[in-house]
């Protein structure tokens, strides 16, 4: 990580670079993620990969088969829902990441480089939009609330706590939360609209 006399030129410079709102995003990226290093961030970061794709898809899957399974019809059908909405969402935000690239906070923070534009490399540290965290545990979130009420709080809540530790961890910018979280509102949109029409007992 670059001393912080330094890590301040390099944003500055970053958002210099490109219109007010990116620039006011990069400064509120690099801020939030602050105390990135901070000893405790392994633990957080460990909690925030709930919301990864391995592992909502594995939990919507399971939901799924369980509920097969036991013949708990409701159940499947959550299951059903999650793994819909999860998947869609999954391949948006991936299309999007192979299109355009941009430069994660913490890389950053840690080079003083900043990115973006469209076609870019397929790496991890240049792919911070959108984030895919956002995207998948919005649209699970999303799909459990639907099928299951009296969870909705703790779905939504497990969602913001995932999409928080993005930006505190420094993987991702507020514009690349805000487009994931949108993008998984969508994706469950679409999926319920789908399956509503198709089985409406689901």
Same mark, same amino acid.
Do not use: C
């Given at each position: 990580?670059?001393?912080?006399?330094?890590?301040?030129?390099?944003?500055?410079?970053?958002?210099?670079?490109?219109?007010?709102?990116?620039?006011?995003?990069?400064?509120?990226?690099?801020?939030?993620?602050?105390?990135?290093?901070?000893?405790?961030?392994?633990?957080?970061?460990? !909690?925030?990969? $709930?919301?990864?794709?391995?592992?909502?898809?594995?939990?919507?899957?399971?939901?799924?088969?369980?509920?097969?399974?036991?013949?708990?019809? !409701?159940?499947?059908?959550?299951?059903?829902?999650?793994?819909?909405?999860?998947?869609?969402?999954?391949?948006?935000?991936?299309?999007?990441?192979?299109?355009?690239?941009?430069?994660?906070?913490?890389?950053?923070?840690?080079?003083?480089?900043?990115?973006?534009?469209?076609?870019?490399?397929?790496?991890?540290?240049?792919?911070?939009?959108?984030?895919?965290?956002?995207?998948?545990?919005?649209?699970?979130?999303?799909?459990?609330?639907?099928?299951?009420?009296?969870?909705?709080?703790?779905?939504?809540?497990?969602?913001?706590? $995932?999409?928080? $530790?993005?930006?505190?961890?420094?993987?991702?910018?507020?514009?690349?939360?805000?487009?994931?979280?949108?993008?998984? $509102?969508?994706?469950?949109?679409?999926?319920?609209?789908?399956?509503?029409?198709?089985?409406?007992?689901?």
């Amino acid at each position: 990580m670059l001393a912080r006399n330094d890590i301040k030129t390099a944003t500055e410079r970053a958002a210099d670079s490109v219109g007010a709102m990116e620039a006011a995003d990069i400064r509120a990226g690099v801020a939030l993620a602050g105390a990135k290093d901070h000893p405790i961030m392994p633990t957080v970061i460990a !909690a925030g990969e $709930v919301g990864s794709w391995e592992s909502l898809l594995a939990m919507s899957a399971g939901t799924l088969a369980w509920g097969l399974l036991t013949r708990d019809r !409701a159940l499947a059908a959550t299951g059903g829902r999650m793994l819909a909405a999860g998947t869609l969402a999954s391949l948006v935000k991936t299309s999007l990441k192979r299109t355009l690239h941009r430069t994660r906070p913490n890389v950053l923070m840690d080079t003083g480089r900043y990115v973006r534009g469209p076609m870019g490399p397929n790496d991890g540290p240049w792919q911070s939009f959108p984030s895919g965290h956002a995207a998948l545990s919005t649209a699970v979130a999303r799909a459990v609330a639907r099928s299951r009420p009296e969870l909705a709080g703790a779905a939504y809540a497990t969602a913001a706590g $995932v999409v928080a $530790v993005q930006l505190v961890r420094g993987a991702h910018f507020p514009v690349d939360v805000a487009v994931g979280a949108a993008i998984g $509102v969508a994706a469950e949109a679409v999926t319920d609209r789908v399956i509503s029409a198709r089985w409406p007992e689901a």
